[in-house]
């Protein structure tokens, strides 16, 4: 048997597993709508636990950390990791057990719900509820684009992308169709198991293998100042300053303060992920935050840091870089188009300016071949062939120059989520890279089941169900309507997906910012009385502006040198992402979103003193 197969076999028992768990939670659970969405509210103190934190680890904890510390450092853990193990445990201290109660105590079943309730509006809910499904589609599609890399990659591309992440849409579809939330997390339970014993053995068995004599030889290696060079800055944000100064990939310097500190607001979103607050209403007690607000630390730990170190040490790795950049979208969009230009196409001049200054024999021997054909240098192109093979394949394979150096690492930086995988296939056995890579494909799909039965319970309770009050419906026609929506979603985000949109932005631009400015919302909404639908409202359409802002920025529609760009302090990365003087967008966002709630409410009507007092009922 061939070794790329190796991988897939594990990976596809892994897959069987998961999908045997959903069809066995099927014959268990009940034909209605609290059972299918919320497990009849019976979830324990362990399982629900073991779920929750699969619910907020996606193919972003390994695949997005260890792609964003291969371009930036390991200063990712304490951006990200660090403030998630801060903020999260006091979120679901603090709001996740407040929700948990007034959704016992009043039938909730989405955060919608409560805030209809809580605020007695109609339109304003079903606004939270088209821009939250909107916010949360990306999370989608970042599982279904995970799974279809690690496929492809460890695989050699016998099994391609598009195939692999259709797998593993279909495997979660299935899972949830059939399962719900009871599968779910069952499904989970396995999955958090698996991908907390992926980090320390990925840790151990790749740091064995790494060059420059393992972990330690490769960390003295970047930090010996014969390798750390004067040509460029320390601290230089480009791929030139990091191959000059590999030891700022061990320290923080490569990430903006401003941007450093605007991550700490990012794990409020945790508590409006739709699928974090459902979880909250599923325990079958209160007492189950306790263990969760303890062990989410530990676990946050266990996860992020074998990710994130050895996603920085890869860069050390020539082979590692080299396999990224021959599998970037960049390189396949230029041997297809060449001399048609694409969209995120290499750029011929870059690669040709590269070559004239490289002493690498495979890059004479090119400037040779296309003199020989009397060609410019500038018509090197991807049918330009030595050996028979692709000119620019073969220099990736074979080159050390530092001349390409740049330019090999900066279409490597296009495919980063999948330096941990490159890392497994160089490193370790085949059998061993099967194993782990069941660990990663399971913390891909750890929140992918929550996220779809998470947007399937709030288009049946807050939309169909809703719109549909004072009819008699069956609870196996809601359940019905649940799973097709599942079906249409699903679909979606995969079709979004084939682009393989790259994890860690999508993530943050599109998901995290726009749900952790949402907080303000859930906060005055749980412990301020005179908090008012007009000011959820202002706030709901604060956000919403911004995430249509950061959308036209994406598509570069909006050139960053006007006078309003000027006045709001706007930037644009090379990579197309907004900053607002040095300060990631969720910090306007969420201060933003804040200021209006307290504003607008303390000028609008307060809702009934009814509901006022349903809520925050006062001591006799």
Same mark, same amino acid.
């Given at each position: ?71 930036? +450092? ?11 193990? !801060? @903020?999260?445990?006091? $979120?679901? %201290? =603090?709001? /996740? ?59 050699? +591309? ?11 849409? !279909? @495997?979660?579809?299935? $899972?949830? %169709? =059939?399962? /719900? ?440």
């Amino acid at each position: 048997m061939s070794s790329p197969w190796i991988p897939a076999i594990f990976i596809f028992a892994y897959l069987a597993v998961v999908l045997y768990i959903g069809i066995f939670a099927f014959r268990k659970g009940r034909a209605t709508g609290e059972d299918f969405f919320l497990a009849s509210r019976s979830i324990g103190s362990v399982v629900f636990f073991l779920s929750l934190f699969a619910t907020n680890m996606t193919a972003f904890a390994i695949l997005g950390s260890s792609g964003a510390a291969y371009r930036l +450092g390991i200063g990712i853990f304490g951006m990200m990791a660090t403030s998630s193990c !801060l @903020v999260i445990p006091l $979120t679901l %201290f =603090f709001i /996740g057990t407040r929700l948990w109660a007034v959704g016992k105590r009043f039938g909730h079943m989405t955060q919608v719900a409560f805030f209809r309730d809580r605020f007695e509006c109609s339109s304003i809910g079903t606004l939270i509820f088209a821009l939250t499904a909107a916010m949360l589609l990306p999370y989608l599609i970042i599982s279904i684009t995970g799974g279809g890399i690690i496929l492809e990659a460890l695989t050699g +591309g016998l099994i391609p992308y598009a195939l692999g992440g259709a797998i593993v849409a !279909l @495997v979660v579809m299935g $899972t949830v %169709f =059939f399962g /719900g939330m009871r599968g779910a997390v069952w499904v989970n339970v396995l999955q958090t198991l698996l991908f907390l014993s992926f980090g320390a053995i990925a840790f151990v068995a790749i740091g064995h293998s790494l060059p420059h004599g393992g972990l330690a030889g490769t960390v003295q290696w970047m930090l010996d100042p014969g390798n750390n060079t004067a040509k460029t800055p320390p601290g230089a944000s480009s791929i030139a300053a990091a191959i000059a100064h590999p030891a700022t990939l061990l320290t923080r310097q490569r990430i903006p303060w401003q941007v450093f500190l605007s991550f700490m607001l990012i794990p409020l979103s945790s508590i409006m992920f739709p699928h974090m607050s459902i979880m909250c209403f599923t325990a079958k007690r209160v007492t189950a935050f306790r263990q969760t607000v303890v062990l989410y630390p530990l676990c946050i730990m266990l996860i992020w840091l074998p990710c994130v170190f050895l996603g920085a040490l890869a860069f050390s790795e020539p082979a590692v870089t080299r396999d990224m950049a021959g599998g970037s979208e960049q390189l396949q969009t230029w041997l297809e188009h060449h001399g048609n230009p694409q969209p995120g196409a290499i750029e011929t001049t870059a690669l040709t300016g590269a070559l004239k200054n490289s002493r690498d024999p495979a890059a004479k021997a090119l400037l040779q071949n296309v003199q020989a054909h009397g060609l410019e240098i500038e018509a090197v192109g991807p049918k330009t062939t030595l050996k028979g093979r692709p000119a620019f394949i073969l220099l990736l394979s074979h080159t050390n120059d530092a001349a390409l150096k740049p330019f090999i690492y900066r279409i490597a930086g296009t495919n980063d989520s999948s330096v941990l995988l490159n890392l497994l296939k160089l490193n370790v056995t085949p059998w061993l890279a099967g194993i782990l890579a069941a660990g990663i494909i399971s913390a891909v799909m750890g929140s992918d089941c929550h996220q779809i039965l998470a947007l399937s319970t709030m288009f049946t309770k807050d939309v169909y169900d809703y719109y549909n009050k004072g009819k008699q419906i069956a609870e196996s026609t809601n359940v019905m309507a649940g799973r097709i929506f599942i079906i249409v979603l699903n679909s979606l985000a995969y079709l979004i997906a084939l682009g393989k949109p790259q994890i860690f932005e999508l993530a943050t631009t599109y998901a995290f910012a726009g749900f952790a400015s949402l907080s303000p919302i859930m906060i005055g909404a749980l412990f301020w009385r005179r908090s008012t639908k007009y000011g959820v409202l202002a706030s709901t359409l604060w956000v919403i502006a911004w995430v249509l802002l950061q959308i036209v920025i994406g598509q570069k529609h909006l050139p960053p040198n006007t006078v309003v760009s000027h006045l709001l302090g706007f930037s644009i990365s090379p990579a197309g992402s907004l900053g607002c003087y040095g300060f990631s967008p969720v910090v306007p966002m969420t201060i933003g979103s804040a200021i209006l709630v307290w504003a607008v409410s303390l000028i609008t009507p307060p809702p009934s003193n009814a509901t006022v007092e349903r809520y925050f009922p006062q001591a006799a």
